[in-house]
């Protein structure tokens, strides 16, 4: 019976080790919930008032050389890379914001939330673009001082590289699932921030990441029972539309 007594204790124990690891980042935002929107200032506020350690976004450069927060390359009518800020402007987002500037998000972030912020830059059409849009982002993070509240994230190894050579002590994690643990080490890169998917091709790349140095964030996990598997796993985030659901199963 002393002996259950002393299982059961540390079972619960190293339970709780692995809940305090996980860190929940809402992606794009806190948006399903009343009055926001995907990559809005509201659904980075709403994430700020639930207490999520982080809040995903997505940043493009448009066609006039400016930073946009919009996740589809295409959306309602207006393609972010061919058309300019002018025009993406006049977008409305299903909450009634306009869609917002990096500049106008960043601000928002410095004065109204102690959120982490997880910038996602997404691929652009030419290297030469991606180049720019990293010194400019860069430019952005310092001006608003930033910098020690955000990690970088991209599906694009040439961005994730270039972030890496300007800013060497940020945090800056590879997308696209396609790169084995000992590859992102070699890199000099934070972390592996594969899909579900991919975790469930390689469940052994979370230990294999952990044995290099690696944190591991997986996205995007909504279901309950998927979420229970990587709190088991012990990744280090989860990126999630359903940020309560998550905060509820962790406590």
Known sequence: MKQRI???AMLCAWCLCISAQVKVVAHRGYWKTSG???NSLASLIKADSI?????????????????????????????????????IRTIKLDNGETLPTLDEYLRCAQKQTTLRLVLEMKPLST????????KKIVKALKKYKLLDRTDIISFSINACIQFKKALPDTKIYYLNGDLWPYRIKALGLAG???????FQK?????????????????????KEEDLRYF?????????????????????
């Open 51 to 87: 207490g999520c350690f982080g809040s995903e976004f997505d940043v493009w450069l448009t066609a006039d050389g400016k930073l946009v927060v919009d996740h589809d390359k295409t959306f309602k009518g207006m393609n972010m890379e061919e058309n300019t800020l002018k025009e």
């Open 36 to 38: 926001s929107a995907q």
């Open 231 to 251: 709190i088991s796993q012990g990744v280090d985030y989860i990126t999630t539309n359903e940020p309560e659901l998550l905060q509820r199963l962790l406590e």
């Open 202 to 222: 390689h469940p052994e790349w979370i230990k294999e990441a952990h044995e290099q140095g690696l944190e591991v964030n997986v996205w995007t996990v909504d």
């Open 127 to 134: 290297l030469y673009c991606e180049d720019e849009a990293v």
């Open 6 to 8: 002393i299982f059961l």
């Open 192 to 198: 592996i921030d594969y899909s579900m998917s991919d």
